[in-house]
Nanobody, 124 residues
Framework: QVQLKESGGGLVQAGGSLRLSCEAS????????VGWFRQAPGKEREFVAV?????????VYSDSVKGRFTISRDNAENTVVLEMTSLKPEDTAVYYC????????????????WGQGTQVTVSS
């Protein structure tokens, strides 16, 4: 069973950047599709991005972050990174990483392993 832990959240001004990390333990992340989701207060959990498994160079992004966020893998560190640039106040949320063995799914119920989340706050 893989365990996930997010880090890198914080407070940033609009237009700024943050780098979130999802570190895995227990198993290598290579065999997992790893997604990032976010949840703002009073809202449902929302898909952000997903990275394909087994070294396949395929990533999928939500329209709201396309062109601003980049998901990548550091296989040596067993970590998936979400680089966030041009941040907006509407990006404020708790960000979660999640793992699946199924595919590049964009819905939360497809993922069975989750981290505890990291808070991202973007001030205007």
């Amino acid at each position: 069973q893989v365990q996930l832990k997010e880090s890198g959240g914080g407070l940033v001004q609009a237009g700024g950047s943050l780098r979130l990390s999802c570190e895995a333990s227990g198993r290598t992340l290579r065999q997992y599709y790893v997604g990032w989701f976010r949840q703002a207060p009073g809202k449902e959990r929302e898909f952000v991005a997903v990275s394909s498994a087994w070294g396949t160079p395929l990533s999928v992004y939500s329209d709201s972050v396309k062109g601003r966020f980049t998901i990548s893998r550091d296989n040596a560190e067993n970590t998936v990174v979400l680089e966030m640039t041009s941040l907006k106040p509407e990006d404020t949320a708790v960000y979660y990483c999640a793992a699946s063995t199924g595919g590049t799914y964009t819905w939360a119920s497809a993922y069975d392993t989750w981290g505890q989340g990291t808070q991202v706050t973007v001030s205007s």
